[in-house]
T-cell receptor
Framework: DTAVSQTPKYLVTQMGNDKSIKCEQN?????MYWYKQDSKKFLKIMFS???????INETVPNRFSPKSPDKAHLNLHINSLELGDSAVYFC?????????????FGQGTRLTVV | AQSVTQLDSHVSVSEGTPVLLRCNYS??????LFWYVQHPNKGLQLLLK??????LVKGINGFEAEFKKSETSFHLTKPSAHMSDAAEYFC???????????FGGGTRLMVKP
């Protein structure tokens, strides 16, 4: 069983489109995250939700809207896609959001905007 | 504010020789530190974590790291490299507010036969 699963794994789309990436975790965790990895492999947090409530929003354009229908899901919707949105997006989860808590990552979604 | 610097973007070793991946951090708090590994086209897997207990931390696959507060370092080592260790390695510091992970730039480990 995959602990943190993202769909789709690959996504190729045109500029201006709207797309969603789904994330589900079956670990019973209460905190979920989205991270973006750019072409130079640099990883940066985008959002964090705890018990469906937004707790971190790191200066991400408002074209990106996370949605957490329940604790096990954190989906990422992106409007009006731009070339610069091309990256690998990782979902993660943890039990609690204290600093010493291990985060479990999904396999990533490679988004390519053409 | 906190930051992480991985001192080498690429490290190349021969199979069976020791591995050293260097990491320095800065943090306003007593830090929680992690090493994650990313194999090609895979997600991130936790290797080990330091959370203010023992300064020498043992992880999976024979890796270990030593926390040195005086040097603000958390270097990753392994006595003998295996071909399967070839991957990207990330040193990470956690911010207490929301467990926000700050990643280093990554070190690509290459293992030669």
């Amino acid at each position: 069983d995959t602990a943190v699963s993202q769909t789709p794994k690959y996504l190729v789309t045109q500029m201006g489109n709207d797309k969603s990436i789904k994330c589900e975790q079956n670990l019973g965790h209460d905190t979920m995250y989205w991270y973006k990895q750019d072409s130079k492999k640099f990883l940066k947090i985008m959002f964090s939700y705890n018990n469906k409530e937004l707790i971190i929003n790191e200066t991400v354009p408002n074209r990106f809207s996370p949605k957490s229908p329940d604790k096990a899901h954190l989906n990422l919707h992106i409007n009006s896609l731009e070339l610069g949105d091309s990256a690998v997006y990782f979902c993660a989860s943890s039990q609690g959001h204290r600093a010493n808590t291990e985060a479990f990552f999904g396999q990533g979604t490679r988004l390519t905007v053409v | 504010a906190q930051s992480v610097t991985q001192l080498d973007s690429h490290v190349s070793v021969s199979e069976g020789t020791p591995v050293l991946l260097r990491c320095n951090y800065s943090s306003s708090y007593s830090p929680s530190l992690f090493w994650y590994v990313q194999h090609p086209n895979k997600g991130l897997q936790l290797l080990l974590k330091y959370t203010s207990a023992a300064t020498l931390v043992k992880g999976i696959n024979g890796f270990e790291a030593e926390f040195k507060k005086s040097e603000t370092s958390f270097h990753l080592t392994k006595p003998s490299a295996h071909m399967s260790d070839a991957a990207e390695y990330f040193c990470v510091v956690s911010h207490n507010a929301g467990n926000m992970l700050t990643f280093g730039g990554g070190t690509r480990l290459m293992v030669k036969p």
